[in-house]
């Protein structure tokens, strides 16, 4: 709550010492924005790890994952033949008793499911990723901003001090 005395020393303070006194009020802000460099460095860092991750998940993990499909349906179809399951007279028949084979096999159902976790966890990497970036532009710019209002204020604080 303002005062009497806080309001008559406010009218009795000269234009150019309130101009002094906002700039350096905004320029502690401006001061307390710079300061948090960590930020963008914290968010650069988390963008990095979640690309990484990403990335490592699919090149390494999804390859993997569809190689066990492939390898689990050869050796579902070996086991077919093997027991007679598979005997049509034309590529028709035959597709469609290997299509209903490999729906039933457990190993390829199984192999099928953690082809989808995979694909499931890449994807979720990937907005994780994105997400990080989205941070971490938030952060640089906001940076940015806070550097070009250091520099205003500092041309503005040269311009009331005189100095040229």
């Known amino acids: 709550m303002e005062t009497f005395l806080d309001k008559q020393r406010e009218l009795a303070m000269a234009p150019r010492d309130r101009d002094v006194l906002e700039t350096i009020g905004q320029a502690q ?54 027991e007679g399951a598979i005997d049509g007279k034309n590529a028709e028949q035959r597709k469609t008793q290997t299509d209903a084979w490999l729906a039933r096999h457990e190993g390829v159902l199984a192999a099928r499911d953690a082809c989808r976790a995979v694909e499931a966890r890449v994807v979720a990497l990937e907005a994780e990723a994105a997400v990080a970036e989205a941070e971490y532009k938030a952060a640089l710019a906001k940076w940015n901003s806070a550097q070009a209002a250091a520099g205003l204020l500092s041309a503005m604080l040269r311009a009331l001090a005189g100095i040229e």
Not at 63 to 69: C, I, M
């Open 29 to 82: 802000a401006v001061l307390a924005d710079l300061h948090e460099w960590h930020s963008v460095s914290g968010a650069q860092l988390s963008m990095v790890s979640a690309q990484n991750a990403a990335r490592e998940a699919k090149s390494l993990d999804l390859p993997r994952a569809r190689e066990q499909v492939a390898e689990a349906e050869a050796e579902a179809m070996m086991d077919a033949y093997a």
